[in-house]
């Protein structure tokens, strides 16, 4: 291994990117629809070098928005949300947080909601990513006066990274 790729995996080696996929259907038309994940990082004990840890380095985040069958609701506008965030999902204990949000919004009249694709960048341009530690993930879609039940994908480029018991400690996500 280079001392390049070390720095850059904190020396777990895992350079190239692997893909997490997640499909997050709505149960009802026009009802918010979050899917609850575990983050797929070995976390066993014993399974990094003392005082270090496993975390999940996400590097980009692509999204396609694969549209229902059905026709707009006439007099409104369409809109589609969704999300990624981190969080307990349980109330009381604490707040979730959200890191990437898209949308879009057809005017009233505009047609289907054809086949929609985003893209999200967490790299710092040195190719270092966002290092989640929370074991889970919340996946959410939303829309409002479409006629259809919606489907998003979420494709996530992430590698595994070995960092610093403390750098566990005081992080955020």
């Given at each position: 291994m280079s001392s390049n790729d070390k720095e850059l995996t904190g020396g777990s080696g895992?350079?190239?990117p692997q893909i997490w996929t997640v499909d997050v259907t709505q149960?009802?038309?026009?009802t918010p629809e979050r899917l609850l994940m575990v983050v797929p990082v070995v976390r066993a004990l014993g399974s990094a070098p003392k005082g270090k840890v496993?975390?999940?380095e996400l590097i980009r985040v692509k999204t396609l928005i694969a549209p229902g069958v059905g026709l707009p609701l006439s007099g409104a506008d369409q809109h589609m949300e969704w999300s990624i965030g981190v969080g307990t999902d349980v109330p009381g204990l604490g707040k979730d947080t959200t890191f990437y949000t898209s949308s879009i919004l057809l005017g009233v009249g505009m047609g289907m909601l054809n086949q929609k694709a985003s893209d999200g960048e967490f790299t710092d341009g040195a190719g270092h990513g966002l290092i989640i530690t929370n074991p889970q993930m919340n996946f959410e879609i939303s829309t409002l006066s479409m006629s259809a039940?919606?489907?998003a994908t979420f494709r996530l480029f992430y590698r595994w990274k070995l960092v610093?018991?403390?750098e566990i400690i005081t992080s955020t996500l």
């Open positions: 895992d350079v190239n149960g009802t038309i026009n496993f975390a999940f039940i919606q489907t610093d018991i403390n």
